[in-house]
């Protein structure tokens, strides 16, 4: 059983940065992939980006490419999004999620998510 916990989302104006974090509980969070993800209003949710068990591995959409970064310290059984160069479109409620494996980018493929956390981007 994994638990996870957005925090750091806030309101921050255009071109501004924000760093989000997301806590785990469960002796399985230093195993698994860990993914972001985000929805706005009246869309589907979107993958962001992910990282591998390790670290080792990112990969992220097209849209957030060069401006975001994830990162996470398995010590402290948390992963991180650093958010840069934020845009209006930006604005999301962000979601952490956790899958065993990587299986692709589809939300289907993680069996555990945070409650979110909303960013807001003004312009």
């Known amino acids: 059983q994994v638990q996870l916990v957005e925090s750091g989302g806030g309101l921050v104006q255009a071109g501004g940065s924000l760093r989000l974090s997301c806590a785990a509980s469960?002796?399985?969070?230093?195993?698994?992939?860990m993914a972001w993800f985000r929805q706005a209003p009246g869309k589907e949710r979107e993958f962001v980006g992910y990282i591998s068990w390790s670290g080792g591995n990112t990969y992220y959409a097209d849209s957030v490419k060069g401006r975001f970064a994830i990162s996470r310290d398995n010590a402290k059984n948390t992963v991180y999004l650093q958010m840069n160069s934020l845009k209006p479109e930006d604005a999301a409620i962000y979601y952490c999620a956790r899958a065993r494996i990587f299986r692709g980018t589809t939300p289907l493929a993680y069996d555990y998510w945070g409650q979110g956390t909303q960013v807001t981007v003004s312009s």
């Open positions: 469960g002796r399985t969070f230093s195993t698994g992939v």
